[in-house]
């Protein structure tokens, strides 16, 4: 199932929640493109549809910098919403417990990348041959990075940190 980069997020949020620690817009943005990456090299597909641009910080996904950048360097402290225009009401976006791939993948994610701060993943994001890297121009706004420039950096990633940790 493909969800909204919101589900992600909250994914994300809980679990910071939960552990009872920071996480900063920065530190989101990041976290939700890195599992999208590992949605691409493991599962081969989309966790959310929604482009991914190159900004001067790294890549962003800008539904979720809209909704949460009024909180500054800070720690966000309420998931994110979405209003269905049909109901007319918000919701929650949540993960079902059931889509057992996909909670494999953001406990992984979450397990391995929580512990880094928001400077330290923006910098992982600009590492020599990241997506972000080949693409990043500081002369053109919202340069999208391409699924198979991320899907082919994640698996050499989920590769390298594989033959690392066996």
């Known amino acids: 199932m493909t969800y909204t980069a919101s589900h992600i997020a909250n994914y994300m949020l809980q679990r910071a929640f939960d552990e009872d620690r920071d996480v900063s817009p920065m530190k989101l943005l990041k976290l939700v493109y890195i599992a999208y990456g590992w949605g691409l090299a493991v599962l081969d597909r989309k966790l959310f549809d929604e482009p991914i641009y190159a900004w001067a910080h790294g890549p962003v996904v800008r539904s979720l910098y809209d909704e949460f950048k009024h909180y500054g360097g800070g720690a966000i402290r309420e ?15 949540k993960i079902p417990a059931n889509d057992a791939d996909t909670n494999i993948i953001l ?49 050499k990633k989920i590769r390298e940190y594989l033959d690392n940790d066996g």
Not at 109 to 128: C, F, M, P, Q, S
């Open 79 to 93: 998931k994110s919403i979405e209003f269905d225009m049909d109901k007319g009401k918000s919701t929650t976006p």
């Open 107 to 155: 406990d992984r994610v979450w397990e391995i990348y929580k512990v880094y701060g928001a400077w330290a993943l923006r910098n992982k994001t600009h590492e020599d041959g990241s997506p972000w890297k080949q693409v990043y121009d500081p002369h053109v706004r919202n340069t999208r990075i391409p699924d198979e420039l991320i899907k082919t950096h994640f698996e």
